[in-house]
């Protein structure tokens, strides 16, 4: 059974930086996607970042282009989430999912 346990969410200040983690197992992974996705206060949960588990290629989307960072270690079966230059408006609970697994979530709340 696949398993994702999310981590290293917590409280940070507007322009700081945070880095989550996705432990997965229960299978490999090689030819997933593993992927970010968050759901803020009042608000249906949105794609945020994915990663080729094979290839390395990622994709994210517009609202944290250029802030954002996805990276894997094969080795570990891990996934993290870079989040650089926080706005408040990336307060929400963040999730990883790969095919129809999904963890529990980890909260970023970003302060003004």
């Known amino acids: 059974q696949v398993q994702l346990v999310e981590s290293g969410g917590g409280l940070v200040q507007a322009g700081g930086p945070l880095r989550l983690s996705c432990a997965a197992s229960?299978?490999?992974?090689?030819?997933?996607?593993m992927a970010w996705y968050r759901q803020g206060p009042g608000r249906v949960r949105e794609f945020v970042a994915g990663?080729?588990?094979?290839?390395?290629?990622?994709h994210y989307a517009d609202s944290v282009k250029g802030r954002f960072t996805i990276s894997r270690d094969n080795a570990g079966n891990t996934v993290y989430l870079l989040m650089n230059s926080l706005k408040p408006e990336d307060t929400a609970i963040y999730y990883c999912?790969?095919?129809?697994?999904w963890g529990k979530g980890t909260l970023v709340t970003v302060s003004s």
């Open positions: 990663i080729s588990w094979s290839s390395g290629s990622s």
């Open positions: 229960g299978r490999t992974f090689s030819t997933s996607t």
């Open positions: 999912n790969v095919d129809l697994t």
